[in-house]
């Protein structure tokens, strides 16, 4: 069974850092790009980065872009999300999600982790 | 790219048939997938490539289109189909969603 499983999410104050975990099993890490998308509340969902098998390729949101930093860890068959400057609007459900093969779609989430940023 | 959806909310009654439209900015060819979500919960992927039906998803669930103009379909609306419905373009980066349509019960 494929399972996601974040970590991380907390309480900040704008302009601290974060970083974010997702520990996957059920499934062969190395060969599947990876994605974080997130949720801010009663609000619709957003992509915020992707990073590719052997993490050759990597995108982000330009809402994120220059603060916010994806990697992956094949032995440790982990994702994580890097998040530093943070602001009030980056306080959201973030979810680690993996992408189905030929970029079809995004085809097991995990159950997310709430990042609250304030002061 | 931007993906608009319509409508975006929508009342409907137990058996009713449904269709949600998606519409995107410029040609994404089939590079499009639909998710269920429930309150509280992670999305949950329904159709790919705009008219795959993933595994387990009941078959009333349906997707159409190509290029700019999606569909998604609910033949005959059950209980647990009251939910938003997220269409998702995966032609580019960024990948965009569109806002949402919630699914309500008349």
């Known amino acids: 069974e494929v399972q996601l499983v974040e970590s991380g999410g907390g309480l900040v104050q704008p302009g601290g850092s974060l970083r974010l975990s997702c520990a996957a099993s059920?499934?062969?890490?190395?060969?599947?790009?990876m994605n974080w998308v997130r949720q801010a509340p009663g609000k619709g969902l957003e992509w915020v980065s992707y990073i590719s098998i052997g993490s050759r390729t990597i995108h982000y949101a330009e809402s994120v872009k220059g603060r916010f930093t994806i990697s992956r860890d094949t032995a440790k068959k982990s994702l994580y999300l890097q998040m530093n400057s943070l602001r009030v609007e980056d306080t959201a459900v973030y979810y680690c999600?993996?992408?189905?093969?030929?970029?079809?779609?995004?085809?097991?989430w995990g159950q997310g982790t709430l990042v609250t940023v304030s002061s | 790219i931007q993906l608009t959806q319509s409508p975006s909310s929508l009342s409907a009654s137990v058996g009713d048939r449904v269709t949600i439209t998606c519409r995107a900015s410029?040609?994404?060819?089939?590079?499009l997938a639909w998710y269920q979500q429930k309150p509280g919960k992670d999305p949950k992927l329904l159709i790919y490539a705009a008219s795959t039906l993933q595994s387990g998803v009941p078959s009333r669930f349906s997707g159409s289109g190509s290029g700019t103009d999606f569909t998604l379909t609910i033949s005959s609306l059950q209980p647990e189909d009251f939910a938003t419905y997220y269409c998702?373009?995966?032609?580019?980066?960024?990948?965009?969603f569109g806002q949402g349509t919630k699914l309500e019960i008349k």
């Open positions: 998702q373009q995966l032609n580019s980066f960024p990948y965009t």
């Open positions: 059920g499934f062969t890490f190395s060969t599947y790009s």
């Open positions: 999600v993996r992408e189905r093969e030929y970029s079809s779609s995004l085809d097991y």
């Open positions: 410029q040609g994404i060819s089939s590079y």
